[in-house]
């Protein structure tokens, strides 16, 4: 009885211990399984689980979905793509059920170590938006924007920088981090900087820089931003690197051109830095360290496998068995200093130009180059006095400047630096230094001086003429060595004025260069469709090439003619002409038209031959009432110009009446109109004033014949004749008139042929509408007599 009461317990226990193994194997059975996580088959290819994947992580992903439980099934999914797209791992798991013999894979939370399995924070750098959690790699070279404008722009002048843009949660920026950090650890050994913008915490620098997709590469130099628009390959990155300096930034010198290299140092006033190396291809070490010492330093490479240079590395000694570095100044026959190193490495470079950066006695041409040459005194130690020659001879072997260069050379001391300056270029200069009376302008100067604030104030002593003899020399020596024991001897004070740029470059040069890079960077953004930044230009070039066809191209399709103005009536009355302004398919700008008469040279063109679709109006007219009918005629036509397939055009009865007559009989109904209107046809019809639309090609007219409405504001006389008139035609009118002196009767004639068109501009409306009568002619008569006066 007590022996099956103790074994209670026990069995108890094996059964609470049995259970809980129970429940998590069964636990541990299909919610670890990475194929049914992902919802794939055992035989699943690549491409499948990787489809899967991608869609079930933006399903899952914490930002997109908010249930409790997506940052679990998030980290249970990337695991289990962890697994199942390496071949080994997953060729592991399809053998033992677990991801290696010591971790069977498990489902516990992100970051800690459950069943076995430890699943890294750093696997695919998903940071989880927290800073803390942030790749570490990256972390060193994170920029901010004030960083960016106030230290990386300024310090792109001396190096290239190369910048990558990514972001949280960024599925292709986890593809290119290998290659990222191989180039990341070669490119900074070389002297190339390194930032990354985080888009999540430096939007605002993100866009500064253009980038608007993650993941970017972009490379900034001289403060201009270029982007990467290839695979992401170490090779590529690196030619995109050498693509970003200069073009001419070392020059490639051989035994034809050594001597004019070297040679140059004087004009360019710089020392000169030869490199020999067996590689056919500057390297891109050398390359930076010339982008860096440009303005100190002229660059030369020498390939010592071709055999144009043999002379040239017999001459200096070279050998062969390692990289060696020359670096010339005054004496181009004699190296003034040499390194030669297997393993060349920037430390060794940079230290090796930061020594020989300045000529022996070099010549103030900028007031950059005269602040690092004589710089602000800052304590009683650092004392640094500055040897002056003041001269206007600029020939390069001159005695007086051999003499000086030689004394430089065996006096060179670190407190001391010599110089020399051209006064007719550093005139304000020369002028704060050397006083006329002390001696003659044209005479070399020596000037010892110490600079004491940035504001330009300095002490100096003016030793003597300078004509390079051995006086000079033991003069300017004795006074040298009286500074070193008692600088109270600079016994002058100036404010010395800010040196000219003797190597400014014109402003149009500025501007050329400018344009090119504003123009290759347009063409860059074109090319590559970079479309957000270039929508601002985009608008403006469809908003001027909208300008240009309204204002340009139409007017190029309209006839050319309506740009010549009309010449005054009064000239038109002298010389027997009759033309006014032009005919176009807009409204002219004045009051005339363009009228042609119809002769026998014009008649084919005007009438015979005209094209279909365009009518000749013709007003008939007299000599004597030519220009008055002329006048109202291009006013009451004035409004119908804008069409391009009407002509006006007038012919004279004087000359050719019978084409008139002629005309009508061959139009039996208007002629018909004409007699029965003409008292029997006992009196020779009148037509002036009649006026003509004549289409050529289907050989119709349409007659308006004059009617007078006694509409005359500025006569009250005619209103009168109205009244007695009542609207008749007024070829007959002046039969009814009383008797008057002879000058009213001119005037009331004068009256009857300007009312003789007025209406016309009705009739030209209903002949634009198409509702007028057509009169058609089995042919149109010739032009060619002219009816005997």
């Known amino acids: 009885m007590t022996g099956s009461k103790m074994s209670l317990p026990l069995t108890v226990v094996v059964l609470v211990v049995l259970s809980v193994l129970l429940a998590g194997s069964s636990h541990a059975g299909p919610e670890m399984d990475p194929y049914k996580i992902l919802g794939v088959t055992r035989t699943a290819s690549q491409a499948e689980i990787k489809k899967v994947y991608k869609r079930l992580a933006k399903e899952w992903h914490p930002d997109k979905n908010k249930n409790p439980g997506a940052e679990d099934m998030f980290i249970r999914i990337t695991k289990s793509y962890e697994i199942l797209s390496n071949e080994d791992k997953r060729a592991t798991y399809d053998r033992y059920g677990q991801m290696d013999d010591s971790q069977p894979y498990g489902g516990g939370r992100y970051g800690h170590r459950q069943d076995g399995f430890y699943f890294e924070e750093s696997f695919f750098n998903f940071p989880f938006n927290s800073k803390t959690h942030r790749d570490f790699g990256d972390s060193r070279y994170a920029l901010h924007f ?77 403060g201009k931003v270029t982007f990467f ?48 190396d067996q590689v056919p291809s500057v390297p891109l070490l050398y390359k930076l360290a010339a982008f860096a010492y440009k303005d100190y330093l002229q660059f030369g490479y020498v390939d010592q496998g071709l055999s144009e240079t043999a002379d040239l590395q017999k001459r200096f000694n070279i050998n062969t068995y390692a990289p060696t570095m020359l670096v010339f100044k005054e004496n181009v026959g004699k190296p003034a200093d040499i390194i030669q190193a297997k393993g060349m490495k920037k430390q060794i470079i940079d230290e090796f130009m930061s020594n020989n950066k300045f000529l022996l006695v070099p010549r103030l041409v900028n007031q950059k180059l005269f602040d690092e040459l004589c710089p602000v005194k800052q304590f009683h130690r650092r004392r ?6 003041i001269t206007d001879d600029e020939e390069t072997l001159s005695t007086g400047n051999q003499a000086f260069l030689s004394f430089a050379s065996s006096n060179a001391k670190e407190v001391v630096r010599f110089a020399y300056v051209y006064q007719r270029l550093q005139q304000p200069l020369c002028d704060a230094l050397v006083d006329d009376k002390d001696s003659s302008p044209s005479t070399p100067q020596v000037v010892i001086l110490e600079r004491r604030n940035a504001a330009g104030k300095a002490l100096y002593k003016l030793v003597s003429s300078w004509n390079g003899s051995e006086e000079d020399e033991r003069r300017l020596r004795a006074e040298l060595e009286r500074l070193q024991k008692d600088p109270s001897i600079l016994e002058r004070d100036a404010v010395l004025p800010e040196l ?24 860059d953004d074109i090319l590559h469709n970079n479309w957000r930044e270039m929508m601002p230009l985009l608008s403006l070039i469809f908003s001027a090439l909208f300008i240009l066809f309204g204002t340009v191209v139409v007017q190029a399709f309209s006839d050319s003619s309506d740009e010549k103005l009309m010449k005054p009536k009064s000239k038109e009355a002298e010389n027997g002409s009759s033309e006014t302004i032009s005919t176009s398919s807009r409204p002219p700008k ?55 397939t009407l002509h006006f055009s007038f012919l004279n009865l004087d000359k050719h009446s019978e084409w008139m007559t002629t005309l009508l009989e061959y139009a039996q109904d208007a002629m018909q109109i004409d007699a029965d209107e003409d008292d029997g046809g006992n009196r020779r019809v009148d037509y002036t004033g009649y006026v003509l639309a004549l289409n050529g090609h289907k050989k119709y007219l349409c007659l308006f014949k004059p009617v007078y409405t006694g509409e005359d504001h500025d006569s009250k006389s005619s209103e009168d004749e109205a009244g007695a008139s009542g609207g008749k035609p007024r ?42 009568p057509r009169y058609y002619v089995p042919a149109w008569p010739g032009l060619d007599k002219i009816t005997p006066k």
């Open 229 to 276: 628009h290839f695979a992401v390959a170490k090779e590529h990155l690196r030619q995109f690197v050498e693509d970003l300096l200069p073009q001419r930034l070392v020059e490639r010198v051989t035994d034809k051109n050594e001597q004019q290299f070297l040679n140059s140092w004087h004009e360019l006033n710089k020392p000169h830095v030869l490199l020999f």
């Open 146 to 222: 004030n960083q960016y404008v106030n230290e990386l722009v300024p310090d792109s002048y001396r190096r290239p920088y190369l910048i990558k843009i990514t972001s949280d949660w960024c599925f292709s920026c986890i593809h290119i981090e290998p290659v990222w950090k191989e180039v990341v650890q070669e490119m900074e050994s070389l002297g190339v900087g390194i930032g990354v913008v985080d888009v999540g915490y430096e939007r605002r620098l993100a866009n500064h820089l253009g980038a608007h997709r993650t993941p970017s590469i972009l490379g900034v130099i001289n």
């Open 384 to 389: 640094k006095y500055c040897v002056l020659l």
């Open 731 to 772: 070829s007959g009118s002046r039969d009814n008139l009383p008797a008057r002196k002879s000058n009213r009767s001119r005037s009331t004639a004068t009256l009857q042929i300007h009312h003789k068109l007025d209406r016309l501009g009705l009739w030209m409306e209903r002949l634009m509408e198409g509702t007028l």
């Open 590 to 644: 004045k009051n005339f038209v363009e009228v042609t008469e119809l002769t026998d040279i014009t008649y084919m063109s005007n009438l015979v031959k005209l094209r279909p679709g365009h009518m000749n109006i013709v007003l008939v007219l007299t000599d004597a009432s030519k220009n008055i009918l002329l006048s109202k005629f291009a006013k009451e036509v004035y409004s119908f110009t804008g069409s391009l």
């Open 500 to 523: 000219n740029n003797e190597f400014a470059s014109i402003f149009v040069i500025r501007w050329v260069y400018a344009s090119y890079d504003y123009l290759s960077e347009v063409i």
